[in-house]
């Protein structure tokens, strides 16, 4: 049940933050229009989201969490805060 819980919650949030993104977008084009200054505001906000994707969320942490692990489990603690 923890579980369920724990996923209804992920899923409403995140239903939530593109709601209120999508609400932001419109602003922000309702507000100032469209035109070359408008994109260039959107794609300065978009890399962030690109870092932290690639980053946090991505491949990297899918492959280097694993690895930390094992360098952790074989060698100890100072081998894997060297490997940081």
């Known amino acids: 049940m923890n579980l369920i819980k724990a996923l209804a919650q992920t899923s409403s949030m995140t239903l939530l933050s593109r709601i209120l993104g999508y ?19 959107f794609v300065a906000f978009r890399i962030p ?10 491949a990297f942490s899918q492959a ?16 894997a805060k060297s490997l940081i």
């Open 23 to 41: 609400i932001r977008d419109a602003v922000i084009a309702h507000s100032f229009g469209a035109g070359g200054l408008t994109d260039a505001f």
């Open 49 to 58: 989201n690109l870092l932290r994707r690639l980053f946090a969320e991505g």
């Open 64 to 79: 280097f969490v694993p690895l930390l692990a094992d360098v952790k489990a074989q060698h100890g603690d100072e081998s």
